[in-house]
C-alpha cells in the first residue's frame, strides 16, 4: 500500500524503522572498548608520563592491558564518579577521589580496599604517610589508596623583601603580618605591591590562620570552633591586614589563579599555596621573578606552647574502585603499581606530591624540587581543612560568608565567630 | 535643530561605542593575550607594545593534543545535530504551516513550553536511561539532544517561513501529480532556504559552545572542545593562562567566521513574519 501524498510504502517505512532500530543497538558496540577505563583529573595521567617515559610501559605489557582515561576537572570529576558508581554497573574501574568528599554514604559506593590489600599487598604499605591513609578510612574500611598530595605552603618573593630591606623570612605569624606591612608599597618598578594576597573563596586561608593560633575550624573528631579565642585571633590577624592594605582591596572577589598571577607579576610578596605550585611560580615564561619566589612552612603564632606543631592542610587525591565496576582485579592490580616505590617516585619527578616518605628522600628529587625537604616536614603533621561529613560544602560556604563580613569589617570578629558556630552547628553530623 | 540631530547622533554613536566595547573588548583581550608571552599577560600596568609569539599555539598542540580531539567531536556533532534539527525542523514547520486543527494549534504551546524546561531539569534523570541503553560517551546522544532542544524554535521559525510561500505553489504542483515529500523537497526546501540556514545558524552555535550536556554525557569518545577547555581553566598544577586563550582563539574563531557569514540569514530568521498581516 503506497500513501499517495508522501510516495512512502509500508514496507519502505518498516524497513526504514528496522536499519534504524539495528543502527541504534550496534551503536553501544562501538562505545566499548577492552581498555581499563580510569576517570581523573588530567594531571593524574601526565604524570605517569607518555611514550618513552611512560612510568606503566612495562605493567601493560604485563598485563596485556591499555588505559584509557576520562578527565574532568576537580569538581565534575567527583561529581560524575559518584554518577557512575550509583549505577547498576559503570565501564570506570578506577576512579580519583578526593579525601574531602568520603561520607559514609558515599564510601560505600566504592570497594573496601582493606581484604585486596591483604590478599595482594601494595609494596611496603606503610611508607604510605598515615595520615593520607587515615583520610581515606571511613567507618574502618579504607577505600582509596592515596596517590596525590597538595600541602600548603608560605611563598614569598625573595627580591621583594630585599628590596623593603628584609633579610629573612618570618619565623612566627606576627612577623608574617608585620612583614605583610612593609611590604605593601610602591615597588621601584612602579608596581604597586600588596602584602600579602589570598582567595576569599576558600576554607583553607581562615583555617591555617586559626590554627596558626591553635584553633581550628572542624577538627577530625567533628569538634566545631573547639578553641573560639584562637578562631578569633586568626580572623582578627586577617582583619588588621585588611585595614592596613596588606590584604587588597578586591580581597572579597580575589580567587586561587590570582593568588599565582599576582605574586608572579610582583603585585604581592606573600601568598598561602601549595608547594607544588613552586615550579608554576617560578617558570620564567610565566614569572616576572624566576628562581626568586621561595617557600617556607606557614608560620605558627608566636604565643603557641612551644612544642605544638603549626598544622597546615594538606588535600590528598586517592585511588579508589567502584562497587559496580566491572574490572577490579585489573583496577587493583593499577592501583599497586601506581602505588609502587617506583612510580611514586616517578611522579613525583613529573611534579606530583608524593605519598611516600622516602620519596622525599631521593636524590633526584631533592635535585629536582628544591622544597622538597620543607613539604616533608610539613606533610608530617598537616591535616585536611575538615572532615568530609554531607553538609560539608554549606558549612564551608557559611564559614567563608562570615569571615568575609569579618574582615571587611561589616562584622565584629567575635559575632562572625559565634555566627560560625550558629549556623554551622546545625549542620554538623549528629 | 541642527545642534539637535547632532547630539542625537553623538548619542547614538556613544551608545553604539559602549555596547560594542562590552562586546568586544573581552574578545580582544582574549585573542590578543594569546599572542603575548606569558608574563605579559597580567602585567601591571598592562603592557600594550610586546613582540607577538605563537608559541602558546605551539604548546597548546603539543600539551593539550585532546583540545583538536575534541575540537573534531565538536564539529562531527555540530555537523550531525545542524543537520537533524533543520531537517526535522522543516518538515513539522511545513506541516504546522499547511494544515489546521486543535490538536495542531495545542501543540504549538507545547513546543513553546519544551523551550521553557531547564536543561538541567531533564539531564540527570536522563543519564541512567542513556547509560542503560549504552549511548554514553558517543557522538550520537548529543546530536540528537541538541537537535531535539531547537525543533520546537526550529518549527516555530520554519512555520513563519514557510507561511510566506504561496500555497498556489503546492497546488499547482499537486495539480501536476507531486505528493507531499516532493513538493517539500522541489519547492518548498529551495524557496525557505534562507529560514533554513537560519535555523542552522542556531543550533550550529548552540551545539558549537554547549558544556552541560557533554559533561554529562561524554567521557573520553565524545568529548568536545569546550570540556577541555574546562579542564583546562581548572587545572590543579596551575592555569596556563597562554595556552587557555589560545585554546579560547581556536575556539571561537569557526564559529565567528560562521556567524558573520550567516548573518543576514540569522536577521531574516529573526525577523521573518514581523511584518506579516
Same mark, same amino acid.
Given at each position: 500500500?503506497?500513501?499517495?501524498?508522501?510516495?512512502?510504502?509500508?514496507?519502505?517505512?518498516?524497513?526504514?524503522? @528496522?536499519?534504524?532500530?539495528?543502527?541504534?543497538?550496534? @551503536?553501544?558496540?562501538?562505545?566499548?572498548?577492552?581498555?581499563?577505563?580510569?576517570?581523573?583529573?588530567?594531571?593524574?595521567?601526565?604524570?605517569?608520563?607518555?611514550? +618513552?617515559?611512560?612510568? @606503566?610501559?612495562?605493567?601493560?605489557?604485563?598485563?596485556?592491558?591499555?588505559?584509557?582515561?576520562?578527565?574532568?576537572?576537580?569538581?565534575?570529576?567527583?561529581?560524575?564518579?559518584?554518577?557512575?558508581?550509583?549505577?547498576?554497573?559503570?565501564?570506570?574501574?578506577?576512579?580519583?577521589?578526593?579525601?574531602?568528599?568520603?561520607?559514609?554514604?558515599?564510601?560505600?559506593?566504592?570497594?573496601?580496599?582493606?581484604?585486596?590489600?591483604?590478599?595482594?599487598?601494595?609494596?611496603?604499605?606503610?611508607?604510605?604517610?598515615?595520615?593520607?591513609?587515615?583520610?581515606?578510612?571511613?567507618?574502618?574500611?579504607?577505600?582509596?589508596?592515596?596517590?596525590?598530595?597538595?600541602?600548603?605552603?608560605?611563598?614569598?618573593?625573595?627580591?621583594?623583601?630585599?628590596?623593603?630591606?628584609?633579610?629573612?623570612?618570618?619565623?612566627?605569624?606576627?612577623?608574617?603580618?608585620?612583614?605583610? $606591612?612593609?611590604?605593601?608599597?610602591?615597588?621601584?618598578?612602579?608596581?604597586?605591591?600588596?602584602?600579602?594576597?589570598?582567595?576569599?573563596?576558600?576554607?583553607?586561608?581562615?583555617?591555617?590562620?586559626?590554627?596558626?593560633?591553635?584553633?581550628?575550624?572542624?577538627?577530625?573528631?567533628?569538634?566545631?570552633?573547639?578553641?573560639?579565642?584562637?578562631?578569633?585571633?586568626?580572623?582578627?590577624?586577617?582583619?588588621?591586614?585588611?585595614?592596613?592594605?596588606?590584604?587588597?582591596?578586591?580581597?572579597?572577589?580575589?580567587?586561587?589563579? +590570582?593568588?599565582?598571577?599576582?605574586?608572579?607579576?610582583?603585585?604581592?610578596?606573600?601568598?598561602?599555596?601549595?608547594?607544588?605550585?613552586?615550579?608554576?611560580?617560578?617558570?620564567?615564561?610565566?614569572? $616576572?621573578?624566576?628562581?626568586?619566589?621561595?617557600?617556607?612552612?606557614?608560620?605558627?603564632?608566636?604565643?603557641?606552647?612551644?612544642?605544638?606543631?603549626?598544622?597546615?592542610?594538606?588535600?590528598?587525591?586517592?585511588?579508589?574502585?567502584?562497587? $559496580?565496576?566491572? +574490572?577490579?582485579?585489573?583496577?587493583?592490580?593499577?592501583?599497586?603499581?601506581?602505588?609502587?616505590?617506583?612510580?611514586?617516585?616517578?611522579?613525583?619527578?613529573?611534579?606530583?606530591?608524593?605519598?611516600?616518605?622516602?620519596?622525599?628522600?631521593?636524590?633526584?628529587?631533592?635535585?629536582?624540587?628544591?622544597?622538597?625537604?620543607?613539604?616533608?616536614?610539613?606533610?608530617?603533621?598537616?591535616?585536611?581543612?575538615?572532615?568530609?561529613?554531607?553538609?560539608?560544602?554549606?558549612?564551608?560556604?557559611?564559614?567563608?560568608?562570615?569571615?568575609?563580613?569579618?574582615?571587611?569589617?561589616?562584622?565584629?570578629?567575635?559575632?562572625?565567630?559565634?555566627?560560625?558556630?550558629?549556623?554551622?552547628?546545625?549542620?554538623?553530623?549528629? | 535643530?541642527?545642534?539637535?540631530?547632532?547630539?542625537?547622533?553623538?548619542?547614538?554613536?556613544?551608545?553604539?561605542?559602549?555596547?560594542?566595547?562590552?562586546?568586544?573588548?573581552?574578545?580582544?583581550?582574549?585573542?590578543?593575550?594569546?599572542?603575548?608571552?606569558?608574563?605579559? !599577560?597580567?602585567?601591571?600596568?598592562?603592557? &600594550?607594545?610586546?613582540?607577538?609569539?605563537?608559541? &602558546?599555539?605551539?604548546?597548546?598542540?603539543? %600539551?593539550? /593534543?585532546?583540545?583538536?580531539?575534541?575540537?573534531?567531536?565538536?564539529?562531527?556533532?555540530?555537523?550531525?545535530?545542524?543537520?537533524?534539527?533543520?531537517?526535522?525542523?522543516?518538515?513539522?514547520?511545513?506541516?504546522?504551516?499547511?494544515?489546521? =486543527? %486543535?490538536?495542531?494549534?495545542?501543540?504549538?504551546?507545547?513546543?513553546?513550553?519544551? %523551550?521553557?524546561?531547564?536543561?538541567?531539569?531533564?539531564?540527570?534523570?536522563?543519564?541512567? !536511561?542513556?547509560?542503560?541503553? /549504552?549511548?554514553?560517551?558517543? &557522538?550520537?546522544?548529543?546530536?540528537?539532544?541538541?537537535?531535539?532542544?531547537?525543533?520546537?524554535?526550529?518549527?516555530?521559525?520554519?512555520?513563519?517561513?514557510?507561511?510566506?510561500?504561496?500555497? *498556489?505553489?503546492? *497546488?499547482?504542483?499537486?495539480?501536476?501529480?507531486? =505528493?507531499?515529500?516532493?513538493?517539500?523537497? %522541489?519547492?518548498?526546501?529551495?524557496?525557505?532556504?534562507? =529560514?533554513?540556514?537560519?535555523?542552522?545558524?542556531?543550533?550550529?552555535?548552540?551545539?558549537?559552545? *554547549?558544556?552541560?550536556?557533554?559533561?554529562?554525557?561524554?567521557?573520553?569518545?565524545?568529548?568536545?572542545?569546550?570540556?577541555?577547555?574546562? *579542564?583546562?581553566?581548572?587545572?590543579?598544577? =596551575?592555569?596556563?593562562?597562554?595556552?587557555?586563550?589560545?585554546?579560547?582563539?581556536?575556539?571561537?574563531?569557526?564559529?565567528?567566521?560562521?556567524?558573520?557569514?550567516?548573518?543576514?540569514?540569522?536577521?531574516?530568521?529573526?525577523?521573518?513574519?514581523?511584518?506579516?498581516?
Amino acid at each position: 500500500m503506497t500513501d499517495p501524498r508522501t510516495g512512502l510504502t509500508r514496507r519502505r517505512l518498516l524497513g526504514t524503522a @528496522l536499519g534504524g532500530a539495528a543502527t541504534m543497538a550496534a @551503536l553501544p558496540t562501538w562505545a566499548q572498548t577492552r581498555t581499563l577505563n580510569i576517570l581523573s583529573h588530567a594531571v593524574h595521567e601526565r604524570v605517569l608520563g607518555a611514550g +618513552d617515559a611512560d612510568l @606503566l610501559s612495562a605493567w601493560k605489557s604485563d598485563n596485556g592491558a591499555t588505559l584509557s582515561f576520562t578527565t574532568f576537572d576537580s569538581n565534575p570529576l567527583q561529581d560524575r564518579l559518584f554518577r557512575e558508581a550509583s549505577l547498576p554497573a559503570t565501564d570506570y574501574s578506577v576512579g580519583y577521589l578526593i579525601d574531602n568528599r568520603p561520607t559514609s554514604e558515599i564510601a560505600a559506593l566504592f570497594e573496601p580496599l582493606g581484604p585486596r590489600n591483604a590478599a595482594d599487598p601494595i609494596e611496603d604499605f606503610a611508607d604510605i604517610a598515615p595520615g593520607l591513609i587515615q583520610g581515606m578510612t571511613v567507618d574502618g574500611n579504607l577505600i582509596g589508596i592515596p596517590v596525590r598530595h597538595a600541602t600548603q605552603g608560605l611563598f614569598y618573593n625573595e627580591a621583594m623583601l630585599e628590596e623593603a630591606g628584609i633579610t629573612a623570612p618570618p619565623e612566627t605569624l606576627e612577623e608574617l603580618i608585620e612583614q605583610a $606591612n612593609r611590604l605593601t608599597f610602591t615597588s621601584a618598578s612602579g608596581t604597586p605591591v600588596t602584602g600579602m594576597v589570598l582567595a576569599s573563596d576558600l576554607a583553607v586561608f581562615p583555617v591555617m590562620f586559626a590554627r596558626a593560633f591553635g584553633g581550628d575550624f572542624i577538627t577530625a573528631d567533628f569538634r566545631l570552633v573547639p578553641d573560639r579565642g584562637a578562631m578569633e585571633q586568626g580572623l582578627s590577624a586577617l582583619r588588621s591586614m585588611f585595614e592596613t592594605g596588606a590584604l587588597p582591596r578586591s580581597y572579597a572577589t580575589t580567587r586561587n589563579d +590570582d593568588m599565582v598571577s599576582w605574586i608572579q607579576q610582583g603585585r604581592a610578596a606573600f601568598t598561602v599555596l601549595p608547594f607544588a605550585r613552586h615550579a608554576q611560580l617560578n617558570n620564567p615564561e610565566q614569572s $616576572n621573578f624566576p628562581g626568586r619566589i621561595k617557600a617556607i612552612p606557614f608560620p605558627g603564632s608566636a604565643s603557641l606552647p612551644a612544642g605544638t606543631p603549626m598544622s597546615a592542610v594538606v588535600e590528598a587525591w586517592a585511588m579508589v574502585i567502584p562497587r $559496580n565496576a566491572t +574490572d577490579k582485579d585489573l583496577a587493583w592490580s593499577y592501583i599497586r603499581e601506581v602505588s609502587s616505590k617506583r612510580v611514586t617516585l616517578g611522579m613525583a619527578l613529573n611534579g606530583n606530591g608524593p605519598v611516600r616518605v622516602s620519596s622525599y628522600a631521593d636524590p633526584a628529587l631533592i635535585e629536582r624540587n628544591p622544597v622538597a625537604e620543607i613539604e616533608a616536614r610539613v606533610l608530617a603533621t598537616a591535616r585536611g581543612a575538615f572532615p568530609p561529613f554531607p553538609e560539608a560544602a554549606r558549612a564551608q560556604a557559611t564559614m567563608l560568608e562570615e569571615v568575609q563580613l569579618a574582615v571587611l569589617g561589616r562584622k565584629s570578629v567575635a559575632d562572625a565567630v559565634s555566627a560560625i558556630i550558629d549556623r554551622v552547628g546545625p549542620l554538623m553530623p549528629a | 535643530m541642527r545642534i539637535d540631530r547632532l547630539l542625537i547622533g553623538l548619542g547614538k554613536g556613544l551608545a553604539v561605542a559602549v555596547l560594542l566595547a562590552w562586546s568586544l573588548v573581552p574578545i580582544a583581550f582574549v585573542v590578543i593575550s594569546s599572542f603575548k608571552p606569558g608574563r605579559d !599577560i597580567f602585567a601591571v600596568p598592562p603592557r &600594550h607594545a610586546f613582540s607577538p609569539t605563537l608559541d &602558546h599555539y605551539a604548546a597548546l598542540w603539543t %600539551r593539550w /593534543g585532546v583540545f583538536f580531539d575534541g575540537l573534531w567531536n565538536s564539529l562531527l556533532i555540530t555537523a550531525g545535530a545542524t543537520a537533524l534539527a533543520v531537517i526535522a525542523s522543516t518538515c513539522a514547520g511545513y506541516v504546522y504551516s499547511r494544515n489546521a =486543527g %486543535r490538536l495542531l494549534n495545542g501543540s504549538v504551546l507545547f513546543l513553546i513550553v519544551v %523551550r521553557l524546561i531547564p536543561p538541567i531539569v531533564i539531564t540527570l534523570p536522563l543519564f541512567p !536511561i542513556v547509560n542503560l541503553l /549504552g549511548l554514553n560517551d558517543t &557522538h550520537l546522544v548529543l546530536m540528537v539532544l541538541y537537535a531535539t532542544f531547537f525543533v520546537s524554535l526550529g518549527t516555530v521559525l520554519m512555520r513563519t517561513f514557510i507561511d510566506q510561500i504561496p500555497r *498556489e505553489l503546492d *497546488e499547482a504542483a499537486q495539480i501536476d501529480g507531486a =505528493g507531499r515529500l516532493t513538493i517539500l523537497r %522541489r519547492i518548498i526546501v529551495p524557496l525557505a532556504a534562507p =529560514g533554513i540556514l537560519a535555523v542552522a545558524v542556531f543550533v550550529v552555535v548552540f551545539a558549537w559552545n *554547549e558544556f552541560l550536556f557533554a559533561f554529562i554525557f561524554t567521557g573520553t569518545n565524545a568529548k568536545t572542545a569546550p570540556l577541555v577547555i574546562s *579542564e583546562m581553566i581548572g587545572s590543579i598544577d =596551575g592555569v596556563d593562562w597562554g595556552i587557555l586563550f589560545a585554546a579560547s582563539t581556536v575556539q571561537l574563531a569557526p564559529v565567528l567566521l560562521f556567524v558573520v557569514f550567516m548573518n543576514r540569514f540569522l536577521v531574516a530568521g529573526l525577523t521573518a513574519g514581523a511584518t506579516k498581516g
